[in-house]
């Protein structure tokens, strides 16, 4: 069993920046490729960006490429996420996921461990 806890959310203005962290319990991240992803008021849950288990490949959705960089430390079992020029459509809560194997999903099906959510509050 992994347990998940996020981090480092917040409310900030638009052009801002925000670092999340994922800190895991239980069992080492080492094994796991790793997701964030974000749910908005009233829509369904995105794949935001994800991270391969050896920390070599990282994937980001369109809307977050070039503003957004994901990134891990497999000795401290933290998983981060980088956020700048943050705009009010990346309001959300935002989740990290930890999914069992090599490379990670867009699909939140594939997940395994999911934490509870730390609120990101973009403003204009």
């Known amino acids: 069993q992994v347990q998940l806890l996020e981090s480092g959310g917040g409310l900030v203005q638009a052009g801002g920046s925000l670092r999340l962290s994922c800190a895991a319990s239980g069992r080492t991240l080492s094994n796991y490729a790793m997701g964030w992803f974000r749910q908005a008021p009233g829509k369904e849950r995105e794949f935001v960006s994800g991270?391969?288990?050896?920390?070599?490949?990282?994937y980001h959705a369109d809307s977050v490429k070039g503003r957004f960089t994901i990134s891990r430390d497999n000795a401290k079992d933290t998983v981060y996420l980088e956020m700048n020029s943050l705009k009010p459509e990346d309001t959300a809560v935002y989740y990290c996921a930890a999914q069992w194997g090599a490379l990670a999903s867009r699909r939140s099906s594939q997940y395994d461990y999911w934490g509870q959510g730390t609120e990101v509050t973009v403003s204009s």
């Open positions: 991270i391969s288990r050896s920390g070599g490949s990282t």
